[in-house]
């Protein structure tokens, strides 16, 4: 069984996986919940380190008001990089 382009797994790490990954897509959620309550957008940043050949992910929440919540995308345009370069970027 594959899991991603370039993992294989057995069935219960595989199952394993899913599960962790549907549990934080549902607190994800919460956490959106709570904080629209409280009148505020969610952004949400993902960390990836390597550590001592060890992989570590990190899920950063940032509550923020609407006001500036509702501008966050045009801030991610100018930050991330073209397609075309992360093409020429690869290892």
Not at 5 to 11: A, L, N, V
Not at 53 to 70: A, G, M, N, R
């Amino acid at each position: 069984m594959t899991f991603g382009t370039k993992f294989k797994c057995d069935r219960v790490i595989f199952l394993t996986l899913l599960s962790l990954m549907l549990n934080t897509q549902n607190f994800m959620k919460c956490l959106m919940q709570m904080f629209a309550e409280a009148d505020k957008g969610v952004v949400f940043f993902e960390t990836v380190l390597s550590l001592s050949k060890q992989k570590h992910t990190f899920i950063e929440c940032v509550p923020l008001p609407w006001s500036v919540y509702d501008d966050i995308p045009a801030y991610f345009k100018v930050i991330l990089p073209s397609p075309s370069c992360l093409a020429a970027n690869e290892k």
